[in-house]
């Protein structure tokens, strides 16, 4: 699975995302954020041809899995491995999210 292009409005719960497999880019935003719309094109080429997942969360006040991620400000990039986070991002630039992307591509 590459880049997805639309956020979920129904987020996946903690204990779902905790019991992923393999490599999981969650991404925390919302489509009318300026910074969250800046990063997608480096976001689309960085996840060209790569075998990680891609779940881009629509964030907000009351959402709980922003919440249980400490999220604060968005786009936040969380990399997880088996569920359990091993790099974040926040606000990155589109080479930041070049360099953790390449870091867990396989």
């Not at 393999?22 to 919302?30: H, K, Q, R």
């Not at 996840?47 to 400490?70: A, N, Y």
């Amino acid at each position: 699975m590459a880049y997805t292009k639309h956020y979920h409005t129904t987020e996946p719960t903690r204990a779902e995302v905790d019991a992923s497999e393999g490599v999981t880019l969650l991404e925390f935003g919302a489509p009318g954020c300026g910074f969250c719309l800046a990063i997608q094109p480096a976001l689309e080429t960085a996840l060209q041809d790569v075998s990680l997942s891609h779940l881009k969360v629509e964030d907000g006040s009351g959402r709980p899995l922003g919440r249980s991620f400490g999220v604060k400000l968005w786009p936040t990039l969380v990399m997880l491995c088996d569920g359990v986070e091993v790099a974040r991002a926040v606000r990155p630039s589109g080479a930041e999210v070049g360099r953790l992307v390449a870091q867990y591509r396989s």
